[in-house]
């Protein structure tokens, strides 16, 4: 009961800077009602570390920004705490609940189905599969994924129907009705980044993370994106969401965390994280004292980060060539 | 002409053949594994082979025919699971070369006579004579002993078999199966009932005029006999029934899911592994009843059921265009005519001293193969979508 | 991987057509076989008549007299000839299937005993030796020599490992030379070339075409062979490869192209030669001795040839400029491409001396087994895709530990378990390898996300 009520008020940005208002600006401080505790979780490749994070909370009903310059661990991060990847410390400390149940050893589709369902930075779109199929596939618990029911047509039409008309809701509020028959791999960069969101959303999460929702989406998108970023958060979802670039996340988000070389360096509201010293020498030093002939750059982690990058442009490439 | 119509004949009799609808049948299931779930099973001969001894070898040991199917799909459901859990977590090209290898190991010990306890059951490389476990099968036949002819009324019975009425009536197939193939890929703008009514239609005329321009005389009830052939096509449709049922849910949804993206997948709460497991499973049982079918009409030979026979499979899927209901199907009549047609023209036109000889006679069955090899390559390089398939669906490779 | 696994297939082929025909004459088999014992007389095998098991008791230099050899037959029926003086037995067989030949302990000379046969598969019950799988017109001679009484087992089985470890590293080198360009290609492009197999039976074609047909010296024939499929890599990724990888055709579709092309070059070779077994060259190798161990000179060669080759081809990849970036293409071509290195240029050579490499292991092998068969690449493909499997995708080193272990599998596995395993435990130990460590020996282990 309280959980909705605390959700609806935060609708206003005055009860959400309240909220947040008795909050310590320093890295690793608590929240008046934390949606998602994480302990002592580091990711290590080969020698380097990736991801070195002693303790984070994340605030019910507002929207955290966590940002960092290229190569700060973000995305790793985010893998560790959905069950995409594994944590190096796993079984000496490391631990992280979300909601009150603890999700150490749980597996990335049983984190999904307790209710914090992510984004991916590259996305995802099931590209021989249509818009409309896709949206379907979100939805949780479907008798009709059950192979001992699903030749059974009655035992799962009627479920389908709701599915169906919750997927034509969401499809018309992020303007992709009409696409609703093409195949996902027709569709731009934006548009797939909308279609990820808005499948993330077919199972009423209550908690959405989204990886660099921005990256790779036209400029006049973004406003949209941030837009719906904004009512899903008035709605009661609580968002965690990855950015690089900190100004496109300026306006939106209520209480920003800062990472870089995988620790959190600061935390924080929007206006004032910017001026933090840390996150200066955070953004600044990620690139200026880097010599390309280092050696580090040859490290798994850049090396992740170049791949990452050469997808991307490919990407963008065949998209240009298809459009 | 009558070259040509013994060229024909021939590719009827095939297309009727009890094997060839066997090979249908695990080929619809080598669709669920690699056309809906991008599994790359390379070893469906594995699951045929099980399912033949199993079935095989229980009626050998006097248990009754009912006993017998169910033995030969529990060893396919067994062997789905001892593949299926070490290895479909790891990559996908794992999987290929753990299937391609288990069903090699199968193929191994089905041969061996290494061991008697073993070989006693199998027989080793010789095999287990057909005549050893078909009796039972035979004996439900409800046909009458005799031999029946299909159709009873054909070409020969219109202006004495003359060539026009032969060419117009391969004209009139040509023309419906290309209109068929249209309203398949929904060229044509017809919906729903319309559409099947048309399909059934279509496909229901083409297959009397083939009967009537080539028909088909086989004994009703002994090997490769009618009986055999109407069980087979029956399985076959039984299977395609049950395939369009489960491709149509959510469940087949989920499959495609998983073909396209496991990490999306389990971003949305799916439990991967086990749709994969599922998959693979059902697949696997399509496979033993090809299995038991194929061996059927002829022996459980191990070395007959071995890697070519996963090849053809895969060209069959190719051709007729995987993810697509009738496309196995489609796929395994077109490769397996198609062989004979290549044979047949072979051996008429390129190995006798009244046209071209360059070729001795067992050259001509090699030209044939040599032919499949590079039709398969083509076929994936120029259509990968197949027969059937969507082109744009293909666009977006993974 | 010897002769005989070569033939059996021909053999296991034919037996399917004779069932029948054994069925049918059976019974009257029953009734004309004779308990009656015999002399041993001259046995000439006819087609679809007679076969023959024919044989020397002893050796022929030290023949053995007034033994009872005895034949069992498929029908359990026996038949018992006494040899002579040059030791002779010879049985005429008129129904394919399996038989079993034993002697009477009690006709042996006092003190000595049959020496069991060193693949345990022809080991048959009570001290008999298996002939399997006989075929009309064929002659099959079983060994029968003896050994002294209590001779000491735990060394024979000495010898007999370690002349199947010479035979497991022989067959391994022989495997990484084929491997090694299966794992580059692999790792270069991602193709898993089903057709791989089928170029080391090419090499062995055309050693067979040029040394034996065309009549070229055997070291000529073999740089001619190197450099043949060699071309033939080049020419390969010439017109079909690079132009596949421009269109971008994925892999799955790339590896249904390989195994197109492995089915369209195996028939063609039967085309070519037919279904029999070629040699490359004629003459019966010369064998050798080192203490128990027994190696045909060619082996010898083939071992110091492949080992050399293959040390180059090691120290190539890792000294050359071009073997760095070859390295570099295979751990991350994306990131190759990137700093400069020209992966169409990369991947080109690596088809072109891995077919090369192929073609020597094809025609090495041929001189090793005597002879090569449309399907000889076909048995071993599956041991190369273990041996690549098994020492880590993609990676050149690790290709050839993995065949070393694969080829002393095949070879030692006998001991212990029946011959026709042979293959089928090989496989295995790469499944379940893959169970407890999926990136081979040498991989390194794949990051999720």
Partial sequence: ?323 | MDDIQGILNAMMRTAVDPQTAAVAIAVIGLNIHFGYTGLINIGQSAFMLLGAYGFAISITQGWPLPVAILVGLAVAFVFALVLGVPTLKLRGDYLAIVTISAAEIIRYVGRSGGYESLSNLTNAAQGIAGSQYRTPFTDLSPFPTGTTQLLPFNYLDVAGGSTVVRLLGWLVVVAAIWTAVRIGRRKVGLEGSTRTLAMVGLTALVVVLLFFLAPVSQRNTGVNGWWFTVVAWILVGISLIIVLGLTRSPWGRALKGVREDEDAMRSLGKNVFAIKMQALIIGGLFGAIGGMMYVLPAAVQPDALGRSITFFAYTALLLGGAATIWGPVLGSLIFFVGRVFLIGVANTYLSSDDYLNIMNGQQTSQFAFIIVGVALMLLVIFRPQGILGDKRELRFNV | MSRTSVLERGVVARAAAFLVLSLLVAPLLLLLSSRSVEAATLCLPKKDETACIAGTMGSRAEPIEGVDVTLTKPDGSTETQTTEKDGKFAFTITEPGNYLVGVDEETLPKGSELRPPANAALRGPEGTIKVDNVQLGQNYGPVLTVRPKGFDDSTSKWDEFIQSSVNGIRLGLLLALASVGLSLIYGTTGISNFAHAEQVTLGGMVGYGLVNVAGLPLVVGGILVVIICGFTGWFQDRILWQPLRRRGLGLTQLMIVTIGLSLAMQYAFQYTVGARTVRVVVETPETRDFGSIRITDQSLWAMGIAAVVLALVGLALLRTRIGRATRAVADNPALAQASGIDTDKVIRLVWTVAMGLSGLSGILYALIVNGVKWDTGLQILLLLFAAVTLGGLGTAFGALVGSLIIGLVVELSPMVIPGDFKYAAALLILILLLLVRPQGLLGRPQRVG
């Fill in chain 1, 1 to 323: 009961m309280s959980e909705t009520t605390t959700a609806k008020g935060l609708a206003d940005p005055a009860a959400r800077r309240q909220l947040m208002s008795g909050v310590e600006p320093e890295p690793g401080s608590s929240k008046p009602d934390p949606i998602l505790k994480v302990d002592n979780i580091v990711r290590q490749f080969g020698g380097i570390t990736a991801v070195d994070v002693d303790h984070l909370e994340v605030q019910r009903g507002i929207i955290t920004a966590l940002i960092g310059p290229n190569g700060a661990g973000k995305t790793t991060f985010f893998n560790l705490i959905t069950g995409f990847d594994r944590p190096t410390s796993a079984g000496r400390g490391a631990h992280w609940s979300f909601d009150g149940a603890t999700l150490d050893r749980t597996s990335a589709s049983k984190v999904a189905k307790s209710g914090m369902v992510r984004t991916f930075q590259l996305t995802k779109a099931l590209s021989r599969m249509t818009v409309m199929d896709n949206m379907m596939l979100g939805a949780q618990n479907q008798a009709g994924e059950n192979l001992a029911k699903c030749l059974i047509k009655p035992f799962w039409s009627a479920q389908e129907k709701q599915v169906e008309e919750k997927a034509l809701a969401l499809l018309d509020r992020f303007s992709l009705l009409e696409k609703r028959k093409d195949y996902a791999g027709s569709l731009s960069g934006g548009q797939r980044k909308l279609l990820e969101m808005a499948r993330a959303l077919m199972s009423d999460p209550k908690m959405i993370m989204l990886d660099e929702p921005m990256a790779g989406v036209n400029p006049a998108l973004t406003q949209s994106l941030l837009g719906h970023i904004q009512s899903l958060r008035d709605e009661g979802t609580t968002v965690l969401f990855v950015e690089h670039d900190m100004h496109v996340v300026r306006h939106i988000s209520d209480w920003v965390v800062v990472m870089a070389e995988g620790k959190l360096v600061a935390e924080g509201p929007a206006d004032s994280v910017m001026s933090n010293t840390a996150v200066i020498d955070a953004y600044l030093g990620a690139h200026h004292d880097t010599d390309l002939g280092d050696d580090a750059l040859l490290s798994d982690a850049t090396l992740e980060q170049l791949e990452a990058e050469v997808a991307a442009e490919e990407a963008e490439r065949e998209e240009e060539q298809r459009s």
